[in-house]
């Protein structure tokens, strides 16, 4: 009888974990790897992204002669806080942040209002023509809003709003089709059985939407309170054409007086810059959670 034995007989008597254990070893190295390369990928991204707001801090705290080294100098030496003390010597910055900052939370407050509104009515009710009309509704954000800065200015100027705040938030409080689509789309997703057991104990389609439905849908109103603020501070082209009073003017339009200003000091404009900023980067801080769960949840059902 013969001692060795073949290959195949040693295969057959060999447990299944030991022979498991080396692919799964590789398997998981292959995949530790993988992972390694797409977080380095992700880094890179996220370093190039940051350069622009690195450089735009460093340069708000050089000084004049600073500014035109070559090679530039990412690290000011020393560091300058004159930029950001002579900032609202030459216009009235304090102001321009009172009126965008005003500007822009009663505007993220009427488009969160009249969108969930307009939201519920296509999302939960059936009525004739609702498909045709929310058609129309996302067909409207295929206009440029280029093409509506005359037809405004008309209308604003027969109105008497021009050189006043109201044509900057309160258009908002009539809603938007982008606005009205996001939030649709994230009310679909809510389980219809909640309103429908509101239904049976008698709440009126406005309880359900006041006490069901925005409880629920903070993601969504998150996602849309950022896009919203964000385009309201940034705004620049419309508070161009109705505003001619200083005092009333919002940050872009100081940004923009501040470059067309005599003496352009860099180091100024990027001070201005960086304050700016800092705004919309303390709402995303903080709403960044819903925001990524509203971002997913939207795209869910249509």
Known sequence: MSVQKSST????LAPAGQLAKPYAKKKRKGIGLSRIGVYAIILAGAALTLI????????????RDQLYVYPPEWLPKPFDFESYRVLF???????????????????????????????YAFARLRFPGSNVIFGLLLATMMIPGQVLLLPLFILYKNINWLNTLYPLWVPAFFGSAFGTFLLRQFFLTL???????????????????????LPLAGPGLATLGIFTFMGSWNSFLVPLIVISDTALRTVPLGLAALQDSGEVRLNAVMAASTLSVLPILLVFFFAQKYFVQGVVLTGIKG
């Open 89 to 119: 010597d030459p216009l009235p910055f304090d102001t321009f942040f009172v009126n965008s900052a005003f500007i822009a939370v009663l505007s993220t407050l009427g488009t969160l209002l009249a969108c969930s509104l307009a939201a």
């Open 52 to 63: 622009p707001f690195v450089w735009m801090l460093s340069t708000s705290l050089k000084t």
């Open 191 to 213: 389980p219809s059985e909640l309103t429908d057991a509101a239904k049976i104990d008698g709440c009126s389609h406005f309880g359900i939407y006041w006490r069901i439905i």
């Open 9 to 12: 007989e040693l295969l057959d």
